[in-house]
């Protein structure tokens, strides 16, 4: 049996080109999923590859559809392997029931994991250019500083407890005892 699997990242990006390809070449069941191919916990890659069976063929759009780390790649080729299964590639068109086909798809594999990261390098450069210039890239702090000292004087005085300080500044409990747990610190 061939079996699909189409993986986007993120919410906003479509997975209906690669599930008209899937469908192309005869793909009789895919398996769908939103998750980073950086990631180990991708429910619906592991229900396809306990699924498998001797003679099935695991066939993806592009080969970092399946994994974007080497080590996961290979280790995804294991347990297909094992199950007596093949692996197509349609855009690398890797086909590892050849053995020409298993080092192409080794080769294109470190590919993939240099291009992931080269991208995390350039992210880190970026980042540090950013925090040299006084940027501070990510989440907004949902309290101020006036509104962090607030909270450090009415829980300290016992006016209020942290659960309390929490619902009055519409912040989670963890957000209070950060804010202590800095203030002490910074007293240290």
Partial sequence: MNLGYAR?????????AQLDALRAVGCERVFEERASGGRWDRPELHRM?????????????KLDRLSRSLKDLLS???????AGAGFRSLTEAIDTTTPAGRMMMQMVGVFAEFE?????ERTRAGLERARKKGRHPGRKPKLSDDQR???RDMV??????????????GVHRSTI???MREASDAAA
């Fill in 8 to 16: 986007v990242s993120t919410d906003d990006q479509a997975t209906a």
């Fill in 49 to 61: 590859l306990d699924q498998l069976r001797d003679g099935d063929v695991v066939i993806v759009w």
């Fill in 76 to 82: 995804i080729m294991e347990k297909i392997d094992a």
């Fill in 116 to 120: 992931r990261e080269m991208i995390r």
């Fill in 149 to 151: 000292q607030e909270i």
């Fill in 156 to 169: 300290r005085s016992g006016k209020r407890t942290e659960a309390q300080a929490a619902r009055l500044f």
């Fill in 177 to 179: 005892s950060r804010v």
